[in-house]
């Protein structure tokens, strides 16, 4: 490949980033459309963040990583942004206090749309000098799509857990009637089997596996994945099966019908320890009694529970518990990386589960026809979030993205209804406290 | 006098309710007008509360203890509002957890507004029936125009303290010209001294006086005050002192010097507790320090410490202990009440503090022509808050106004420069408990 | 009088000083007879102190106050005593945790008896030394004595508190035959009236008192009170009416029986707020309900719930929730001492009542012969603990001895069944916080 | 083999099993001979117990697991000791409050030497009728005798916390000359390079390994482990080298001067954030600083720090940040198993460390000379706890044992100085959570 051959395929390469990146920061915006200014400011527990401050971090991380240290002249529109927007690079600088987030109520939507902006005009300024993009420029401008895909998605499960302190229960989008007639299909308490169809189970070999980011592709878009992918590494599996299908909400009833919140038993010594210092009655986050009734709140309001769908919004200890009451056990993040690979195409595999692209923000797939394999929900895994075996953080504050995190955490896989298909792939790790209850978690068995 | 008469002074006390209505009713919206809707949701700790809900809350009241019981035909807006905007009277129902008054994204300011309005117009249906108000509605009209009175007060002390959260540290109002040259001139750290002139004090004579509010108007607005200031009793008061003056900051900044935070001998017990649990540089509320320069936030911004403008912003803890400092202790409420009758006429005292209508809110008289004997700050007195011999709460859910808090807080007396003149009276008393420092609390030694 | 009389008035006063001492110190150590060395170190919350710790700080005290200062030559037995066993002096220097008394399992039991016989050995040599007693020492000594007799009242409260802990219920010492009996006589659930005898009320008359510590003898023991009971000074009281009797816990069944623990009506906003943070059944302290049928645990263990006792261990929340049960409220401090003064002949009251002496260590009068105006139980008074107008607390550290308690906390007057008749005196003010049980508290109403 | 030989086998199989029975039973006796009584009740944290509680729990182990279900017309001493000592097996019934076992001053001491002899007397009624001792029993006696191992090692964890709270800083033992003038020695504060000595490391090569207890005894005793060790099963492990030496004191205070503690870079965030909400100066537990000289608290007292000495009570957090400032990391507990078969002779191993049978109670190797592959101190690996692949808790409440405890905790290898070198193997997973530093834990790296 001559020079000039050469600078054309970087043109490419960079026409594409630059139009993943509009697409990106358009996709935050579009998605606070259904707020109200009132809502934007919201959190209801330190470990969400206000929408508005999902907005302006993004921003702040393209101007920190690749604004101030690659763009001349670049001037930040506010210094103070620095220090406020900051979530938890200290290689960065302090930060303002995760819990106070909600408590800012300037600088206003106005201004952070205008930062955001900014940062946007910045930023394809930096992209259009195409021979100036070295390869860390490139490499964290990816970085920072997906990063603020990641809030995407984290936009809901916050959005949702705040209004959900309010019993006016506020509806994100009205569904359509044809998904709404499904939703809203009154079940008996008293339900049917829904394990009419034959649930089947996928065997594992035992043998010698390889576990990590596979990077068949030659795009750079493409050959992303977060660091916490690699190396791809071997790892020994022994014999063991994986369900097909997620738990549904009339088996997870099931399980508390037959006192599964008050059987020391099935659960973890933590989880146990969590439940006893609860008053009141125990149930997946979301889940309201009303009359007897079981409602569950999603963020298109409250309805009555669909015995049909997936359970979701459970601990690692439920999600345990539960496994443990039928006899079997959660899948290890190797085990389901090796399912995924084995049952799935991949491209099949991004069609048929339930990403954020179907706008339903709610597990809805009808489980019998589709085994939603992955998307619809993430799903527990039994691995502690450890590095793999030569795992290296990269170097400087962008390091901290993932490699400090790697204690007390459970790893999940498989996506869900509020991801990005173009930001999910097999090998993807995602990873939060076992007693986590707000993410779209489920749990798929194994045994 | 004949019936035709009476009927005539009814209907003129009711128009004069009713103005007095509407003026307390447009106030809450005007003190509203320079807030971004982003600000009104803020609550940066359960004791505050936002913004929208002391708009709701007040409204509340009316519908609550007016609309519903005699109003024939009321319909509410929205029935659960009766729960959301519900503040602590059990004898109502269950209340809307107090902590968690910020997350209530909706109803929207818009529609808050508009419940406004609604019971608005419903009030003055009601009133308009001159002939069917009842005494029970006429003073607890009353009684909901002095309970907005406060609120109005609090929508300052709690904006103050959640704004202060930001360091962009917001500003209400910028102040004109005149007032700014004032305050913002600047002082050096280490000042002179202003106690230049002559500070007094006050002797009241060992006694029987009578405490408690003194009903001497015909007016049925001027002869109101609180259950908690009656009955009107007598109280044996020893020889006692109380300083003409309020405390300034330059005063306080000595007893800061003089390592007052740090010398245990100054302070009560649980004062001194609580202050070895914070970490940290001690100082009143809103004081920063940079550069080893202080500074105070108040509504008008962050600017550098006025040393000759009374200290505010402490607790009975920081009260008590420079008092101690001095030789001095804090006033009694009842030497207060029997100091401020005695050195004031009434109507002079009303003209000459500070009070919400200057709009500067933050206290900025000059201490020494003005002794600001009332206004400015609510000032400390030692007195815990208890029943009056002969105390009667009101029958029902509204005696739960002010009773069942007559433990475990301190009396406050004076008003201040975020109260309502028409609201103040000399037998006010205000209580906080004594760690708290977001009032706007001030110190007038005794001894 | 000349010199040699005055010198052998002052020799026999020492000489009941002596005497006084030497009882008070042997006291202490005879409480502890019944205990197991594992039982000297139990602390089963901040507020209280284990066994030995009692022993050892009453020591400390004479060693810091007396021999220390005015010993010459004294040579502390172990100089880290100063600091394990300094209670709260910041005077004298930093202070051993509170909570974690309990964790000093050394010096061990034995060393901390040879510390007492230490200082006591110093302390009468101190003492033999008549003519070089001053005012100071002579004071000190007599402060000593009282200081270690409040202690022995902690003693037993805080070892009752330890060993309600343990479901082992142990106790304190077998009551005789006689007493046994009575205590233990079944009372069926659904008592008869124990009202059957009529409650007097005593009347106050409207009038100027003098309140506060009369000293109307010669002699330094008994013209002893603590620093808060002076000075006496004139107090205005309204018309009130005290009752005879104490509540008993049959009256106070009644009172549960009759929802007053889930009625808000009732209760003072703190204390409700505390009820709703704690899960279960409430009751007194140390009532135990096993099968339907209420227990009460004392140091003679665990017996059916005596319905003719006072009820005691009960909070001032409690008490003042009965009381408007009632339609009574608490009596003030100050109608209380009235009360006392004018009903009772000093003598007789002393006699009357039931303190220490008794060895019953739990009430045990016959209510309808024995009104029990003093003695048996504290009574919970509605007056904030505060200093009399023209306290002084003394100078130096032990300046703190009550001065810097005065917020937050309740009087509380009468003396209990664990007080020692010698050191009572109507004037006297003990004083908790209203959220306290473990200390036998009672109530006695007023209207 | 016939059935004489048979039975002939299993009688001297299980007089093996009385044998260990009887010295362990003694063990747990003897170790608590230099306590006073008054050191028998302490518990200064929820997760240590009281010696006391320890020599009772352990009885209560064979009681229930044993006696009760097994001998036949056993009659428990005292009914109320299975709910007060039970630990946390849920399956037998609730539990006396963890947190509060140091207020259990009864049963006393001596009643609780009485329980452990009725017991002991029973167990060997049991184990006498040799043709009676099904499986079940003589695994659970085994079991039973390790489980007093542990608390046995736990006894020394635990006094050594409970005493470190008094400033007094109680001795168990006195070292003897020798050991004494070794440990003694003072070292200046700025060292020289302990690290004279080269440090070897030792590789592992990539490979498919066995993990987990491999039985290759015929003996019952020597064949046993815990459930959690099992099933044996293979891993893979990547190219690693472990350090043959542990990190010292030495080493770890330059670690601090250069200001580790203060650097995040380091530091997993959540042993950041722990870091960031403790006050003050951060250093292993155990260590004072007076006068600029550090100091190690011991069960030998307080000494100078000898910097020779490996590093320990440290944290899972600390012990990373250590490595991370070392470009090292923590191994993982399949690389430290395969390190330890690989580089020692099972045999050779126990000699060489340090374990409890040392009767030194603190690290005291000298590390040039022996590389303290095992025993001296437990090594946190980065591993999480969790079950081996095929893993199988016991049925019913022993179950309890390991199982439920298998999240949120990280794994530690190699036995420590207060370890018992007969319960010692090297598949032994010991579990603690990343914060603790409370037991005898140290660090090796890996890299």
Redesign the interface.
Known sequence: MDNLEHDETIRLSIDAIIEKFRQVRKTSELQCEPL???????Q?MPETSPA?WHLAHTTWFFETFLLKPHLKNYKPLNP?YE??FNS?Y??IGAQ?PRP?R????????EEVYAYRHYVDDAMLDLLSAHKLCTDEIINNVILGCHHEQQHQELFFTDLKY??F????Y?VYKEQSQNTGNKLMQAVPSKFKDTRKFNKKWIEINPD?YEIGFNNNSSSLLEGFCFDNELPK????L?E?SLSQHLVTNGEYLMFMEDDGYKR??F??????ALLQSK?GKQAPLYWVEQDEQWFEYSLQGLQILNLEQPVCHIS??EA?AYARWKDC?LPTEFEWEVFANQTLNTKENKESGQFLESEIFHPAVELENNPAAVGTLWQWT???Y??Y??YKAATGAIGEYNG?????QLVLRGGSCVTSKSHYRHSYRNFFY?PDQWQFSGLRLAK
Chains 1, 2, 3, 4 share one sequence.
């Open positions: 109200l200014i009132e809502d934007y400011g919201l209801a508005k103070q220090y406020i938890y200290n290689g303002y106070k909600g408590l800012l109520s300037r600088p206003s939507i705040s209004w302190q309010n019993p006016l506020p010698l590494h071997k790892h020994y022994h063991a020391s038993e659960w973890l010594s933590d989880g146990w008053p690692a200890y345990d056990r039994s691995s502690a450890s590095p075996p030569g400090k995190f790697m204690c007390n076992p």
